[in-house]
């Protein structure tokens, strides 16, 4: 069973940029499609981006392109989330997901394991 531990939140200003970041340990990191997913206060969880096993596939929800993006550094163990030009909208608890997938394999699911969350908050 891999662990996850999420860092990088904060409290920022809007148009400021974060870099969250995701260790993971217990597990082969290599052979984890990694996800962030967010959750706003009285809000259900939903899913920001996504990166294969491999790093060779990304997908980012529609509505954040352009502003977040996802990679990852198997060497390292650990998956990061970009952020840029940060919105009040934007302000949630971000968690990591990590589900055993092939190595280009794109994955979006609420299964496999999760970190603890950092929260993200964005003034205005």
């Known amino acids: 069973q891999v662990h996850l531990v999420e860092s990088g939140g904060g409290l920022v200003q809007a148009g400021d940029s974060l870099r969250l970041s995701c260790l993971a340990s217990?597990?082969?990191?290599?052979?984890?499609?990694m996800a962030w997913f967010r959750q706003a206060p009285g809000e259900m969880r939903t899913f920001v981006a996504t990166?294969?096993?491999?790093?060779?596939?990304?997908v980012v929800t529609d509505s954040l392109k352009g502003r977040f993006t996802i990679s990852r550094d198997n060497a390292k163990n650990t998956a990061y989330l970009q952020m840029d030009n940060l919105k009040p909208e934007d302000t949630a608890v971000y968690y990591c997901?990590?589900?055993?997938?092939?190595?280009?394999?794109?994955?979006?699911?609420?299964?496999?394991?999760w970190g603890q969350g950092t929260q993200v908050t964005v003034s205005s």
């Open positions: 997901n990590a589900k055993s997938a092939p190595p280009d394999t794109i994955v979006v699911t609420s299964a496999g394991s």
């Open positions: 217990g597990g082969t990191f290599s052979s984890y499609a």
């Open positions: 990166i294969s096993a491999s790093g060779n596939n990304i």
